[in-house]
């Protein structure tokens, strides 16, 4: 999927307010959480990679999402591939 902010999946189908915009640059998957309820939270936290997504994820203590469920690769991948044959 893709809109003004760029090409996106829903890190929580349940939750269509959550998107998570991905991009490739340089060929390396970066990540972009946007939440309807919390505008600025895009603003104030840039692109990230998969690997700073797993680097947060050893620091999770098992309350709340844990990140990588929410910076998923083979949905990045497949948003960035469906892009790119539109």
């Known amino acids: 999927m893709q809109d003004d ?3 996106f999946y829903y890190p ?6 959550v998107k998570m915009y991905v991009r ?4 390396i ?3 972009r959480l946007y939440n309807e309820q919390d ?3 895009y603003e104030e936290h840039g692109w ?9 994820s050893r620091m999770y203590t098992g ?3 844990d990140p990588l469920s929410l910076y998923d690769i083979d949905a990045a991948m ?3 591939k469906q892009a790119r044959s539109e």
């Open 78 to 80: 497949a948003a960035l």
């Open 39 to 41: 505008p600025g939270l």
């Open 29 to 31: 998957v970066e990540f």
């Open 63 to 65: 309350k709340g999402t």
């Open 48 to 56: 990230i990679t998969h690997e700073m997504a797993r680097q947060a």
């Open 12 to 17: 929580l189908p349940q939750n269509k307010q």
């Open 5 to 7: 902010r760029g090409v």
């Open 24 to 27: 490739e640059n340089g060929g």
